[in-house]
């Protein structure tokens, strides 16, 4: 559903892919996006825009757009009047295209334009002032790129941090106090998954960076705790595990 929404948006965007610049316009596909993300990684409902693109391990739809469109102008011989936050290129007849003054090939205009659109989501992750357990577990977009499962039900409770934590819970009026089953004070998702003896088991040694290895962790202790929290649960297992 995600991408489909995504081909929405893209057909004939070329006409309508500057005003993204305005707020308003933004605030509007970034909505429709943040929902579509949270539907494809079955999270809690209350995770900010940011949070969700990470979840999804996809660059945000706005930047998406522009460089399709862009792309799509050139391709079609017609004029570029805004190059978003992509590097212009000038083409002239019988000679390769310049960027920068230099010449260049069409494959390293796209490797180009590849990075900067990844830098440009960093750069807005960077500034995005929620989710600070998933800023935890991934300071960078390159980081996120290296996990390849997809989310699921399990792992956006993990990464995002908005699900079975009593610290959570507590914050939504669902459990009346955020103390951890061992005597910690607070059971945020770092106590669980960093500190916390009851769940040490399997418990990946070093947390410097987020591997596929932590998520598969962090996957199996939330459906851990969903099942304490909810002692009439039955899990079927998915053909994941
Ligand atoms: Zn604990």
Redesign the pocket.
Known sequence: MHSCILQLFMYGSSAFYEKLTRKRILNSIEKVERRCNIIMARSYQDINHGVSCILAGSPPFHLQITHRSIQWLLTNNYPVSHWGHLPPVEYETGHSPTMNGSPTTEAEIKKIWQKNTLEVWNKEWENNPKGMWTHQLFPTIQTRLQITDPPDFWTSQAITGHGVFGAYLHSRKRRCTQI?????PE?TPQ??YQ????FSHKRPSNWEQTTTEHVKYMRETALELWMIENPNFRHRKSPRE
Request: glycine residues 8%; aromatic residues 0%; hydrophobic residues 35%.
């Open positions: 951890c089953n061992c005597g910690a059971e106590h669980i500190e916390c003896i009851l």
